[in-house]
């Protein structure tokens, strides 16, 4: 069972998403990250969304969301023909002024920006691919343990993988 | 200029364009514009039904008998709610139906207002698709969405909600009924690949061992002529599911008759030794395949299904044909003749050699273990409810419209009542819906006045259903009911003897049966009581004599309530897995 990335265009219609979303309940396959959005044309949107699926799996989800009466195109994207980003946004609280110098150059170290800076908090963002977004999460909790064992990730929003088809 | 016309107006004259003839519905505050303006016009019939779910079955039972999408009127909150179970009964056995909601104002919805419900949430997992609508303009161009979609490609149920606001009989708009539907994302298939039809007949042609494996798209897509055809001239053995009875005439040498849990012995071993199966508008379903791991194991497997999603979903297809059914058997049908036209004598021989082989293993097969089609009453003994439906089968010469509801005698009928032509049977197949039977015999009738419309019942499907009759008085409906009466809810008590040790949990309750003479006769029917073998025959004989043809008549069969569906599949096991009778059941335990 591998991460599967499925790119969908439907209309864009009031309900056409809990369409999408209901068949994923309904038939017992799981969503893990949804990202949905108007698109170049403001009459369709674009749904991307990770799931976790064997190759079967994955067929049979992509066959039953094209049976969807409002769903334009489906497609499987993963590998090389697509390039996806994802954006994550972390505050972190109750660190010093001068821990929270550290954190934030750390940060910048592995191409996050620093949003917010005041006494209290400190908010970053990262964009990468769902794995870099993974990795830059657990580098940051290894760094604030390293700094201090009560420092921690306060808040924590992805905002789910989107996806572009390079071909 | 186009006249002006309220929404309400704008609905019922769409559905007129339609070409419909019925709708099957009940009133209610929020469909009460819609209700005024049937009033209003006389081209369509609206028959008032005791209850929504029975609206709901009508409207499939002639939709499954016509080929035309059924119509359904309800109002919103527990009018739409009640429409549920047989709007997903529809979806299941993908009949093509268009079912109109009455909704609370738009300016309501959401706030709980009285009778309301999302319908379009709450119907959305059991629709193909579903429409609110937002103004009364937009009406004629989704009634024409609507059964566009109802009616193509794999067909389905779609939901219409009109919020009251929008069928205001004050605020009109002008009528424009669209000639051409305009659905960008929604483009079915028809046709397949030539290619796939092309290695199919090849892999047809080298097997020594084929079966053809027909569900009820064969029947949607009206293909039976061509598949007869096909299937005759090259000696292939055909076994129909549940759904597929008639696709293929029964009564044909060639018919394995139904396959699956309760089918036959040769039809479930042909298909578990067939080196080659195609399968033409069926779903391979759980109560078919069994355990999917164990199916068919030698066998190459042609699908074809206008439903991409239905391919591959059970069982891997080896050759995958998405089309249409009918477009598949024309193909492979012309294929078939270049080749008998071009095939050498030698070839001929050895072929027709192969076949006689797999048909003596097949003959041998229904000779062993086989349905006996030619019981015989047995004097003193109770009726045996494989009986009743043979001489169902003589009384009424094989030429009914048969609707059933789902149990035991849903089985009994699909075994013994042989089916000729498609859509002659009509039963809840998928979802298994008790309380189908009698409406969708009702939906029959509706669209065939001429016809014998016989419903094949039990007491307990029956009781769920049975504030109908009134409609049946009302609209002088002659349908003919035949309850297999074994005063239980024989399919539960079935399988409490088989795997509960015989423990009847909440499936009998012969102390508090009605007497159902009386009670047929209170709605205004004739009633018959039909107990003990020998009076069988005569009983039947009076119910579809000449003098009733125009009455509904209720005959209420007492049958041995301890038998038991078989051949019945072993659980977990593969199709050629079967426990064949009492004894076999017995001696396993």
Do not use: W
């Given at each position: 069972m591998t991460r599967q990335l499925i790119s969908i265009l439907l209309e864009n219609e009031p309900g056409a998403l809990s369409r999408v979303v209901g068949?994923?309940?309904?038939?017992?396959?799981?969503?893990?990250?949804?990202?949905?959005?108007?698109?170049?044309?403001?009459?369709l949107s674009r749904i991307t969304l990770t799931t976790v699926a064997d190759g079967v799996r994955l067929k049979q989800i992509v066959r039953q969301v094209n049976k969807l009466i409002e769903v334009y195109s489906v497609k499987a994207l993963g590998g090389a023909n697509c390039l996806e980003r994802e954006l994550v946004i972390i505050s972190i609280s109750n660190a010093s002024s001068k821990q929270l110098d550290s954190v934030i150059d750390f940060a910048q170290?592995?191409?996050?920006?620093?949003?917010?800076?005041?006494?209290?908090?400190?908010?970053?963002?990262?964009?990468?691919?769902?794995?870099?977004?993974?990795?830059?999460?657990?580098?940051?909790?290894?760094?604030?343990?390293?700094?201090?064992?009560?420092?921690?990730?306060?808040?924590l929003v992805r905002s789910g993988v989107a996806a572009i088809e390079l071909n | 200029m186009a006249e002006e016309l309220s929404g309400g107006d704008l609905l019922i004259r769409s559905l007129q364009e339609e070409g419909v003839e019925y709708i099957f519905g009940y009133p209610g505050g929020a469909a009460l514009h819609i209700y005024d303006a049937i009033f209003r016009q006389q081209k369509i019939e609206h028959i008032l039904v005791r209850h929504e779910q029975a609206a709901t079955h009508m409207a499939d039972g002639y939709a499954r008998s016509t080929g035309r999408a059924g119509v359904v009127l309800v109002t919103s909150g527990?009018?739409?709610?009640?429409?549920?179970?047989?709007?997903?009964?529809?979806?299941?056995?993908?009949a093509p139906m268009v079912v109109i909601s009455g909704q609370v104002p738009s300016d309501l919805i959401g706030t709980d207002a009285f009778q309301e419900t999302d319908m379009v949430g709450v119907s959305r997992p059991v629709v193909k698709h579903s429409f609110i609508v937002k103004t009364a303009k937009e009406i004629p161009s989704i009634v024409r969405k609507a059964f566009h979609i109802a009616s193509t490609g794999r067909p389905g149920p779609v939901v219409i909600d009109i919020p009251k606001d929008t069928t205001d009989p004050n605020v009109k708009f002008q009528f424009d009924f669209p000639e051409e539907v305009k659905l960008r994302s929604y483009r079915p298939i028809f046709e397949g690949e030539d290619s796939a039809v092309d290695r199919a007949f090849k892999a047809l042609i080298c097997s020594t061992r084929p079966v053809l494996y027909v569900g009820g798209g064969a029947i949607t897509s009206g293909c039976s002529e061509l598949l007869t055809e096909f299937a005759s001239a090259l000696k292939i053995p055909v076994a129909a599911t549940l759904m597929g009875l008639g696709a293929f005439p029964c009564s044909h040498r060639q018919s394995l008759g139904m396959l699956g849990?309760?089918?036959?012995?040769?039809?479930?071993?042909?298909?578990?030794?067939?080196?080659?199966?195609?399968?033409?508008?069926?779903?391979?379903?759980?109560?078919?395949?069994?355990?999917?791991?164990?199916?068919?194991?030698?066998?190459?497997?042609?699908?074809?299904?206008?439903?991409?999603?239905?391919v591959s979903k059970i069982i891997e297809a080896d050759i995958a044909v998405m089309a249409d059914s009918s477009w598949f058997m024309k193909k492979i049908e012309t294929k078939r003749q270049e080749y008998l036209s071009q095939e050498q004598p030698g070839d001929r021989e050895k072929r027709e050699e192969l076949s006689e082989l797999w048909w003596s293993k097949i003959e041998a097969w229904r000779e062993q273990h086989g349905l006996d089609h030619n019981r015989k009453p047995e004097i003193g003994k109770p009726i045996s409810p494989q009986l009743a439906i043979q001489a169902l089968y003589r009384a009424t010469e094989g030429k009914a419209f048969v609707t059933s509801d789902v149990g035991q005698h849903q089985m009994f009928a699909a075994q013994y009542y042989k089916f000729d032509e498609p859509r002659q049977w009509i039963n809840s197949?998928?979802?298994?819906?008790?309380?189908?039977g009698l409406p969708a015999a009702m939906g029959v009738q509706m669209g065939h006045p001429e016809r014998t419309v016989v419903c094949v019942t039990g007491e307990g499907s029956f009781m769920m259903n049975m504030q109908e009759l009134s409609t049946c008085l009302q609209y002088g409906l002659p349908i003919k009911i035949i309850n297999l009466n074994n005063q239980a809810l024989g399919m539960v008590k079935q399988w409490q003897d088989m795997q509960y040790g015989g423990r009847h949990s909440q499936s009998t309750y012969s102390d508090s049966l009605p007497d159902f003479k009386t009670l047929v006769e209170a709605f205004g029917h004739i009633g018959i009581k039909i107990e003990g073998a020998e009076n069988l025959e005569s009983g039947l004989k009076e119910a579809f004599s000449e003098p009733l043809r125009n009455k509904l008549v209720f005959v209420d069969i007492w049958v041995d309530p301890d038998e038991h569906v078989y051949p019945m599949a072993v659980k977990g096991g593969a199709m050629n897995e079967m426990v064949l009778g009492k004894a076999q059941e017995e001696a396993s335990q």
């Open positions: 068949l994923f309940a309904q038939r017992n396959y799981n969503i893990e990250t949804l990202c949905v959005a108007p698109t170049e044309d403001p009459t170290s592995l191409n996050a920006s620093s949003l917010v800076k005041s006494e209290e908090l400190g908010i970053l963002q990262f964009v990468g691919s769902g794995e870099e977004v993974d990795h830059y999460i657990n580098c940051m909790n290894a760094k604030l343990v390293e700094l201090s064992p009560d420092l921690k990730i306060a808040e | 527990p009018g739409a709610t009640n429409a549920i179970t047989g709007i997903a009964t529809a979806y299941m056995d993908s849990m309760h089918g036959t012995y040769e039809a479930n071993m042909a298909m578990h030794e067939a080196d080659l199966i195609i399968s033409l508008g069926a779903r391979f379903d759980d109560r078919v395949t069994n355990d999917p791991k164990k199916f068919c194991p030698d066998a190459t497997i042609v699908h074809v299904d206008i439903d991409e999603a239905s197949g998928g979802l298994g819906t008790m309380g189908f």
